[in-house]
């Protein structure tokens, strides 16, 4: 069972930047496709950013497309959110998710992912 921690969120002003980062441990992500998910209050959680296991290829929801960036470091086990020109809608608890199945494709459904982190909060003001 790997374990997911997240970290680097909290305020930051609209136009501002934040990168966050998840820290894996347990076991190695790097055959992993992962994912990044976020919940604001009083909607559902929905998907941000996908990277494969490779981290040749990643997806991203058309509301952070060209502003957030996702990537991984397989030798330091973490994935990591560039999150650039942030906007107050973009409030919400982050969390950083791996996939179930190793090897796999990009993945964008939150069933997809088996174990997820605890979430870190971001937080913009206009």
């Known amino acids: 069972q790997v374990q997911l921690v997240e970290s680097g969120g909290g305020l930051a002003q609209a136009g501002g930047s934040l990168r966050l980062s998840c820290a894996a441990s347990?076991?190695?992500?790097?055959?992993?496709?992962m994912g990044w998910f976020r919940q604001a209050p009083g909607k559902e959680r929905e998907f941000v950013a996908g990277?494969?296991?490779?981290?040749?290829?990643?997806n991203y929801a058309d509301s952070v497309k060209g502003r957030f960036t996702i990537s991984r470091d397989s030798a330091k086990n973490t994935v990591y959110l560039q999150m650039n020109s942030l906007k107050p809608e973009d409030t919400a608890v982050y969390y950083c998710?791996?996939?179930?199945?190793?090897?796999?494709?990009?993945?964008?459904?939150?069933?997809?992912?088996?174990?997820w982190g605890q979430g870190t909060q971001v937080t913009v003001s206009s």
């Open positions: 998710a791996a996939d179930q199945s190793p090897y796999r494709s990009v993945r964008l459904t939150a069933t997809d992912f088996g174990s």
């Open positions: 347990g076991r190695t992500i790097s055959h992993y496709a």
């Open positions: 990277i494969n296991w490779r981290g040749s290829s990643t």
